[in-house]
């Protein structure tokens, strides 16, 4: 069976639809909620479908050997599981983004590293859920989402194609979203491999889409003209900010002009139905000698 279509919230994302665009503000706030509102006023800006944060805790998801390796940060050299801490945000800051994003009229989801921020994420009517690229393999946090009854985004950057046939198998097609992404910080033109993205529209009958990592612009937009149906870029208040995922960020003026051109290319697209235009046929009376 093909699912062609997947509906978020109120938007329906699909081949032909307007392409849904998230801005992932991730662990780009730095633990500090101001700047998370200050990110989500510029997904508001720029035209963006929804935010997306990152949910996890970090005493599951941080390898153990790492606990007590030594990070400096903006609060001193702490342990980098203290780091993690001080980057996640708490219930009481999820409710305050929770009220903000209704106040903006823009949703708000989070990717999910692991099965405890699933059951906090489920106090919140977020409209689907993240696997990242690092979690594809686990088939557990797949199906503790897919249980939900949420659209599901599954991001395949570090796999292989058949991990994430192993991934999809264990969730199935419907109401999935499968996004082609390589995960390195910020990703150089030759590792886009953006061809990718016919891949996977052609081996698994479902919506797909394109996490990008790389700087500008250009590269995300062929991504829509190849047939990505949901885009998701990061955004960033400063590209020298601390923290690691700063420099592969688009600024807000970037994320701008990013929506702008994706918007003028879901018209430019069209349906693929060949036409002669109204507005061409002074042209054919002029120039065709035989009609």
Known sequence: ??????????????????????????????????????????????????????????????????????RET????????????????????????????????IDWFASCWDEESVTFLEEFDIPAYKIPSAALTDIKLLETCRNTGKPL?????????????????????????????????PCPPNNLNLRVIKTLKKEFSCVVGYSGHETGISTTI???????SYIERHLTLDKNMWGSDHFASLLPEEFYHLVKEIRLLDIALGDGIKRVYPDEK????????IL
Not at 7 to 24: M, N
Not at 222 to 228: D, I, S, T
Not at 282 to 288: C, E, H, I, T, Y
Request: charged letters at 25%; a neutral charge; one cysteine or more.
């Open 1 to 70: 069976m093909t699912y062609e279509n997947v509906k978020v919230g109120s938007k329906l994302i699909g081949e032909g639809k307007p392409t849904y665009v998230v801005a992932e503000i991730g662990i780009n706030h730095n633990g500090d909620l101001n700047i998370a509102k200050q990110l989500i006023l510029a997904a508001v800006h720029a035209g963006c479908d929804a935010v997306k944060f990152q949910k996890r805790v970090p005493d599951i998801c941080t390898p153990r050997n790492l606990w007590n390796t030594l």
């Open 74 to 105: 903006p609060w001193g050299k702490i342990s980098y599981l203290e780091y993690r801490y001080k980057i996640e945000f708490n219930v009481d800051d999820y409710l305050a983004i929770d009220r903000f994003c209704k106040e903006n009229k």
């Open 153 to 185: 985004i599954i991001s395949t950057g570090m796999s292989e194609f058949k991990q994430i046939q192993e991934s999809v198998n264990s969730v199935g097609l419907e109401d999935l979203i499968l996004t082609h992404s390589t995960s390195i910080y």
């Open 222 to 228: 062929c991504a829509v003209a190849l047939g990505a």
């Open 282 to 289: 002074n042209a054919l009376d002029k120039l065709r000698r």
